[in-house]
């Protein structure tokens, strides 16, 4: 049995943390050279399995074992030892420094000064990690600092660091979750590459279809438990789904006709410039009515995040005029936008949206917290917040933490329902979704878009914001594309066909 | 049989593994700590340890000295202990509240002297009423404290100042302008210091009678006390305090939750500005009378490490600072006891220092051995069934 050339062997790996079992029993084995996959529900235990390989947990009970050896992972320096590397969900990287200190950090190069101080060696490192980068088709300036990189070049340094410590199994923890649709065909492509240069690759995502075209195994875990492992060429997308939820998972959401009512959200001749002065909302004008839906497609980074900051009253606008409800927006604050009837899901769960050392119960209240029933004559009510968390975690089936709980240690997929389930909550007239769906498992994605329909059909006001073509065309009433920062085009969305929205986001098309 | 391997590590677990326990448990550990570290300093020095420490414990008036003097009693010293323990306790409190906020106040000395200074000059001098001065003592120190610290505050809301240096920067200015004005107007010939303030406007009364003890009497440790429970609903309960810690936390999103954060920042600096007033005002018109020019009060700054040691959780500071005035308060009378320097004395309330900001290592320390000993059990296990 043991005579295959598997190069990671875990087994009947158990891990729990108080009272939830993150990882219950599971045994898989991967060989040398092959792209596995790892399929799941949000909370389902991905992340924990592969932070145990990466050695940032330990087992309660089980073995790994590495190239035939049984070994003791008990830390990301062993991994390292051990050649394992891994791009984390949420990217672990020293935002005011540069690409090559990232990169080096804990290992730098040492030259000695006049031969004699030790320093490190900056420059010599700028030159291999660009030599590195070329070699695999990742070009990054080695010099710039992360905070001004975009998060896909900053995935590529993720990358770029294993590969400088000499990985040759690569974990990857959803790393298309944050990329636009032509980066992930990107990334996909650099993987295959990656393959048959002979690395080992785990892959964990959401999305099938990329299992599909990259993957030759997929392990499907449920619940912590795992519940099959499939060889994917000869497997459904559909099968697959049906697995990993436990029940058929429609990839179309069933859509009445919309019925407009009046016009809510208002926004004329809309300019927003960034902290550089430099313009990325340029003029825009568009009207979202009551009970519709509208899309804002287009590649990250033409404005769409800038547009939802405005409305939310985030970023300053510079010229331009928002109303809701007839209610000028131009010189209210966040707060008043949000009494006014603004509710948003922000692109940034973690920096924006939550506060990670706050609980369970406080962030899905963090709107409302200065509100009865939370809040009487400036004093907190804490129970609740207890009662408030407990109607939201089963009707959004939040897992992973009890409302007093931070919600720092939950799952990435987890803390996203949150967000959601405060916002949809707020019963906002107008609610601004961007990437609502970021993270989350199938199931949990056919969940919100029916909820964000049912908010529709209730007579709010939806704009989506999102990179995927998928959700845009799946539940757009009309959509609207952006491109530098210019609303290029506007229509209704059965007039549009997917196509067709791609070249108007690639900006091939003008109207 | 198991419990042979390993014994100290297993004990280690056993008498700080407990999660419920461990938050009492690990500080306590850590002075333990300390004090070991610090016998081993005294015994280089050839004094003995154990006297030492009485003799600490005596001088806060915690234990009974051997003889006292007419109308002295360990309550008397106990008492004295509690007036040093007042300013400290309002300045740790002070550094906690900015510290939830996510605000370091380092300038709680400029805001004692503030406070003091202002207090002094316009009640000190002046022949009210105790029953009217000693209130406005408070008030103007409150008031003079908050000025200050609403000052550092706008600085960074408004021009993003940096709040650090910002605070050392106004520590300094206040320090020579409150010089300038006692060398040239209030000066006492003999102690160079700033004349001394009244009794009507001074804090702690002096010569008070309890029984046949003659002992002071600091009226500022009430409000002190009330304080500590004032700020601690603040913080856990209130509107308030869920916007400062969220501000404290993750600024950006709290900015995104609507709360107004340049005035929260403003506010939790106002705040911590009016403690540090409240510590002033009960250092200098109520420890002391008067005010030496050209210092900042070690208590300031001593009250960072004290309000870290107590987690910057109001109760926490209650104990933390007690135990911080403790040791220095009784430094004095166990060096002369003992006969080791004054330093010898601050060395180890730094020892206790350094070790308790190790608290964090201890229990990670726990969960480490925790592991490994259950490691250990199930091979052992594993093996006895073979
Ligand atoms: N450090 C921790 N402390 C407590 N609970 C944890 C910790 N890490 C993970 N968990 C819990 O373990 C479970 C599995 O989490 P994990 O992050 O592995 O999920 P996942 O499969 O990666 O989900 P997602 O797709 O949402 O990222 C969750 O219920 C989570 O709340
Ligand atoms: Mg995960």
């Known amino acids: ?511 | 049989m198991n419990h042979r391997t390993h014994p100290v590590k297993r004990a280690f677990v056993k008498v700080l593994g407990g999660r419920r326990t461990q938050s009492v448990a690990i500080p306590i550990f850590c002075i333990v700590l300390s004090l070991l570290a610090a016998a081993i300093v005294l015994l280089c020095l050839g004094k003995n340890p154990l006297q030492a420490y009485a003799g600490l414990l005596q001088g806060s008036g915690l234990f009974p000295k051997d003889s006292y003097a007419a109308h002295r009693s360990i309550l008397t010293d106990f008492i004295s202990m509690v007036d040093n323990w007042t300013p400290m306790l309002f300045a740790a409190l002070a550094v906690a509240i900015a510290n939830k906020g996510g605000l370091f106040n380092i300038g709680v000395s400029g805001q004692m002297l503030a406070a003091g200074f202002t207090a002094t000059v316009l009640i000190g001098y002046s022949d009210l009423p105790a029953v009217v001065a000693k209130p406005l003592v408070f008030v103007i120190g409150i008031v003079a404290g908050a000025l200050v610290g609403a000052l550092i505050g706008f600085l960074k809301q408004r021009f993003n100042i940096n709040e650090v240096v910002s605070s050392i920067m106004i520590n300094y200015i206040i320090q020579y302008i409150v010089s300038f004005f006692i060398y040239t107007y209030y000066v006492d010939p003999i102690s160079r210091q700033s004349r001394a303030v009244g009794a009507n406007a001074r804090l702690t009364l002096q010569q008070v009678s309890i029984g046949d003890l003659n002992t002071v009497l600091p009226i500022g440790f009430v409000l002190a006390v009330v304080c500590v429970f004032v700020l601690r609903f603040l913080m856990n309960r209130t509107k308030f305090g869920f916007e400062l810690k969220a501000v404290g936390a993750n600024k950006r999103a709290a900015r995104y939750a609507g709360i107004p954060v340049g005035s929260r920042i403003v506010l939790s600096m106002t705040i911590s500005g009016a403690l540090g007033g409240l510590a002033g005002v009960t250092y200098y018109l109520g420890y002391y009378a008067s005010i030496q020019p050209r210092t900042l009060a070690d208590m300031g700054f001593d009250s960072i490490a004290v309000a870290l040691l107590g987690n910057s959780n109001p109760v926490g500071i209650f104990f933390s600072s007690f135990l911080i005035t403790a040791i220095s308060k009784g430094s004095t009378y166990m060096s002369s006891t003992v006969g080791v320097q004054q330093e010898i004395a601050s060395l180890i309330t730094g020892i206790i220092l350094l070790f308790s900001a190790c608290s964090a290592f201890i229990r990670y320390l726990v969960e480490k051995y925790r592991v490994q000993l259950e490691e250990a059990d199930k091979a052992m296990a594993e093996g006895g069934k073979a």
Do not use: W
């Open chain 1, 1 to 511: 049995m043991e005579q295959e050339d598997y190069i990671i062997e875990m087994r009947h790996i158990t891990k729990r943390f108080g009272a939830v079992v993150a990882n219950d029993d599971v045994s898989i084995s991967v060989r040398k050279g092959e792209i596995y996959a790892l399929l799941g529900e949000n909370g389902a235990g991905k992340s924990t399995l592969m932070s145990m390989l990466f050695g940032m947990y330990e087992p309660d009970e089980g073995e790994i074992y590495i190239r035939g050896q049984k070994v003791r992972i008990h830390s990301p320096n062993q991994a390292t030892k051990l050649n394992i590397g891994m791009v984390h969900q949420h990217f672990k990287l020293v935002q005011n420094y540069t690409i090559t200190e990232n990169i080096v950090l804990g290992i730098e190069p040492i030259r000695r000064k006049f031969g004699l101080f030790p320093c490190v060696d900056l420059k010599g490192a700028n030159e291999k990690i660009r030599a590195l980068s070329k070699a695999y088709g990742l070009e990054v300036e080695p010099t710039e600092k992360i905070e001004d990189v975009s998060v896909s070049i900053q995935q590529r340094v993720e990358i770029l660091k294993m590969l400088y410590r000499n990985a040759e199994i690569l974990i990857f923890d959803e790393p298309t979750a944050v990329l636009t649709p032509q980066e992930i065909e990107f990334l996909l492509e650099i993987l295959r590459s990656l393959r048959d240069g002979g690395k080992t690759i785990i892959l964990i995502t959401h999305k099938l279809e990329e299992i599909k075209k990259v993957a030759d195994r997929c392990a499907i875990l449920c619940r912590g438990k795992l519940v099959d492992v499939l060889d994917v060429a000869t497997t459904s997308t559909k099968k697959m789904a049906n697995l990993m939820v436990g029940r058929d998972v429609s990839f179309v959401v069933d859509k009445k006709p919309p019925k407009f009512g009046d016009v809510v959200l208002d926004v004329k001749d809309l300019c927003v410039e960034n902290r550089d002065h430099f313009d990325v909302v340029k003029h825009v004008s568009f009207q979202v009515h009551a009970g519709e839906i509208f899309a804002v497609a287009g590649v990250a980074g033409n404005g769409q995040g800038e547009l939802a900051d405005a409305i939310a009253g985030l970023t300053p606008q510079k010229a331009g005029k928002i109303t809701v409800n007839g209610t000028d927006l131009t010189n209210l604050g966040v707060r008043a936008r949000t009494k006014a009837g603004v509710s948003y899901i922000p692109e940034d769960r973690q920096a924006v949206g939550l506060i990670l050392d706050f609980s369970l119960g406080e962030n899905l209240a963090l709107k409302s917290y200065g509100d009865p029933p939370f809040c009487e004559h400036g004093v907190l009510k804490p129970d609740a917040f207890v009662e408030h968390a407990k109607g939201l975690i089963s009707d959004y089936d939040i897992r992973g933490q009890k409302p007093e709980g931070p919600v720092r240690p939950m799952s990435g997929g987890n803390q996203q329902k949150i967000i959601v389930a405060r916002e949809i909550d707020l019963e906002s007239p107008l609610m601004i979704f961007v990437q609502p769906t970021r993270g989350l498992d199938i199931g949990a994605i056919e969940n919100i878009h029916k909820r964000m329909i049912a908010e529709r059909d209730k007579g709010k006001a939806v704009l989506l914001i999102s990179l995927e073509l998928d959700e845009i065309m799946n539940c757009a009433d009309t959509i609207g594309v952006m491109y530098n920062g210019e609303m290029t085009k506007i229509a209704a969305a059965d007039t549009l066909t997917a196509n067709e929205v791609g070249e108007f986001m690639m900006g091939v098309k003008a109207q």
